[in-house]
T-cell receptor
Framework: AQKITQTQPGMFVQEKEAVTLDCTYD???????LFWYKQPSSGEMIFLIY??????QNATEGRYSLNFQKARKSANLVISASQLGDSAMYFC?????????????FGPGTSLSVIP | DTAVSQTPKYLVTQMGNDKSIKCEQN?????MYWYKQDSKKFLKIMFS???????INETVPNRFSPKSPDKAHLNLHINSLELGDSAVYFC????????????FGNGTRLTVT
């Protein structure tokens, strides 16, 4: 069963507007971490933002914020004031602890295109 | 100062050959990983090592053999390469706590012809 779902394979946004990228997850753990990564066309993986399952406030990092709704098991990424350089693949990921080790699994990604 | 470096960046080889990808991290992290990204961009974990000990092996064919000589290095050796092995392979490292992000290398694009 897919643990991370990103229902938007592709998204378009006008430059300077805000965009929300959806992510839902499935876990039975109480303690877990949620991450968002950006992969531009050059291929590198760039860490953007982190949200812990026990964090009461939504995480923010510059133009990135995470809309965390624990009961709904969703962790949507909000990018404000989109820039052309935001065009990239965006991956939601979750770290959960299984017995004595942890692993990070990724969603299928959303391709974001920023239109001038 | 590259935090996670992997070599080579590109690897083109024929079916049946054996090849290796090397990875080194200078972040002092205890855990290192190999991920495979397929043509649809899906990232799948293959292996993780914690302080040189294999922790995760995600039902990867045994043609793939990771080796960690020390906690700063995690190499991937692939025997008898197949067409389906063509992908981008990412090395990553992190600390062990749940809030630590993965730090990725720049990836190795493997093409099997």
């Amino acid at each position: 069963a897919q643990k991370i779902t990103q229902t938007q394979p592709g998204m378009f946004v006008q430059e300077k507007e805000a965009v929300t990228l959806d992510c839902t997850y499935d876990t039975s753990d109480q303690s877990y971490g949620l991450f968002w990564y950006k992969q531009p066309s050059s291929g590198e993986m760039i860490f953007l933002i982190y949200q812990g399952s026990y964090d009461e406030q939504n995480a923010t990092e510059g133009r990135y914020s995470l809309n965390f709704q624990k009961a709904r098991k969703s962790a949507n990424l909000v990018i404000s004031a989109s820039q052309l350089g935001d065009s990239a693949m965006y991956f939601c990921a979750m770290r959960e602890r299984e017995t004595s080790y942890d692993k990070v699994i990724f969603g299928p990604g959303t391709s974001l295109s920023v239109i001038p | 100062d590259t935090a996670v470096s992997q070599t080579p960046k590109y690897l083109v080889t024929q079916m049946g050959n054996d090849k290796s990808i090397k990875c080194e991290q200078n972040l002092g992290h205890d855990t290192m990983y190999w991920y495979k990204q397929d043509s649809k961009k899906f990232l799948k974990i293959m292996f993780s090592y914690n302080n040189k000990e294999l922790i995760i092996n995600e039902t990867v064919p045994n043609r793939f053999s990771p080796k960690s000589p020390d906690k700063a290095h995690l190499n991937l050796h692939i025997n008898s390469l197949e067409l389906g092995d063509s992908a981008v392979y990412f090395c990553a490292s992190s600390q062990g706590d749940i809030g630590s992000p993965l730090h990725f290398g720049n990836g190795t694009r493997l093409t099997v012809t």
